[in-house]
């Protein structure tokens, strides 16, 4: 049982474990969403800091969508290949990509 609660400490730990494309994947995630949470408060707090131009807002949002949505492809793209290797071409057939 006092394994247990060791192994339950050391799950935020495995982060470190995770191969280079999966920790820059979860960076790149928070990072768009830190952006989006900014532009938020960005707008909500524009009447109270004199701020007229949003243009950032306009353009910002889907550029960092934009990015986390090739990031993800990539991801999805690379796991395709690493199973088609993996278990041969017999795959390849069953997936129309």
Not at 9 to 18: G, M, Q, S, T, V
Not at 36 to 41: E, F, G, Q, S, T
Not at 69 to 79: E, N, P, R, V, Y
């Amino acid at each position: 049982m006092y394994q247990r609660r060791e192994e339950e400490r050391r799950r935020p730990l495995n982060f470190r474990r995770r191969g280079f494309t999966d920790r820059l994947y979860i960076v790149n995630l928070k990072i768009t969403w830190g952006f989006v949470a900014v532009c938020i408060i960005i707008t909500l707090l524009s009447g109270v800091l004199n701020i007229t131009d949003l243009s950032i807002i306009s353009i910002g949002l889907p550029s960092a969508f934009a990015e986390l949505s090739i990031h993800t492809g990539f991801i999805i793209w690379k796991a395709k290949n690493e199973n088609i290797s993996k278990y041969g071409n017999n795959v390849a057939d069953d997936i129309s990509l």
